[in-house]
């Protein structure tokens, strides 16, 4: 069973930094391409950010150069380390395999001005 828990969310004000987690389990995860995705209160999702198995990176134009996504194969665990944030990064962020619907909970990221 695929399971995913993320985690790191919080309140920071403009221009601070975040560092979002999540746990991967019941899947093979070194063999799995892995995106970050959000959503706005109130508005759909919204792709962020992507890791291919093979450690490639590709990001939303909307937040390339501020955030990063990283793997750790050895500890199952997704990374997305969030800096420069802006109000409009507010929003629930979520992690997925990317050749599926399945996502955790969320965490919430809240950015205030």
């Known amino acids: 069973e695929v399971q995913l828990v993320e985690s790191g969310g919080g309140l920071v004000q403009t221009g601070g930094s975040l560092r979002l987690s999540c746990a991967a389990s019941?899947?093979?995860?070194?063999?799995?391409?892995m995106i970050w995705i959000r959503q706005p209160l109130g508005k759909g999702l919204e792709w962020v950010a992507a890791?291919?198995?093979?450690?490639?990176?590709s990001y939303a134009d909307s937040v390339q150069g501020r955030f990063t996504v990283s793997r750790d194969n050895a500890e199952n665990m997704l990374y997305l380390q969030l800096n420069t944030l802006k109000t409009e990064d507010t929003g629930m962020y979520y992690c997925?395999?990317?050749?599926?619907?399945?996502r955790g909970p969320g965490t919430q990221v809240t950015v205030s001005s």
């Open positions: 019941g899947f093979t995860f070194s063999n799995s391409d």
């Open positions: 890791i291919d198995r093979r450690y490639g990176t």
């Open positions: 997925k395999k990317s050749d599926s619907s399945i």
